[in-house]
């Protein structure tokens, strides 16, 4: 089984950017970032397939990024002109590797059943 294993994160104050980045031990078809804000539902960010192709929850393209660096089985999160509203856990997810989650399955909208695996979570605090 795939496992995820977030860093990054930590406390910024607004305006400012952060890097989250998710390791995955193995191949996944699909990979996504979501966040959960305290006392609210699940929302999803942004989801990239292992060649690179993005897809993003419109109100979250303006200011964050997700790419991928497959020789590292890295997944990244740039979080740009940072908000106090965007204080959150964020998690990686992924697509165990047997399930082929391409094109428009892969995508960060909630609920994403294709999505199984999940890191840890990670806290980031914007302080105004």
């Known amino acids: 089984e795939v496992q995820l294993v977030q860093s990054g994160g930590g406390s910024v104050q607004a305006g400012g950017s952060l890097r989250l980045s998710c390791i995955a031990s193995?191949?996944?078809?699909?990979l996504g970032w979501f966040r959960e804000e305290s006392g609210e539902e699940r929302e999803g960010i942004a989801t990239?397939?292992?060649?690179?192709?993005?897809t993003y929850v419109e109100s979250m393209k303006a200011r964050f990024t997700i790419s991928i660096d497959t020789s590292k089985k890295t997944v990244y999160l740039e979080m740009n002109h940072l908000q106090p509203n965007d204080t959150a856990i964020y998690y990686c997810?992924?697509?165990?590797?047997?399930?082929?989650?391409?094109?428009?399955?892969?995508?960060?909208?909630?609920?994403?059943?294709?999505?199984?695996?999940w890191g840890q979570g990670t806290l980031v605090t914007v302080s105004s």
């Open positions: 997810a992924a697509a165990s590797p047997h399930r082929v989650v391409t094109g428009s399955f892969c995508h960060p909208g909630v609920p994403n059943e294709y999505l199984d695996l």
């Open positions: 193995g191949y996944s078809y699909c």
């Open positions: 990239i397939e292992w060649t690179g192709s993005a």
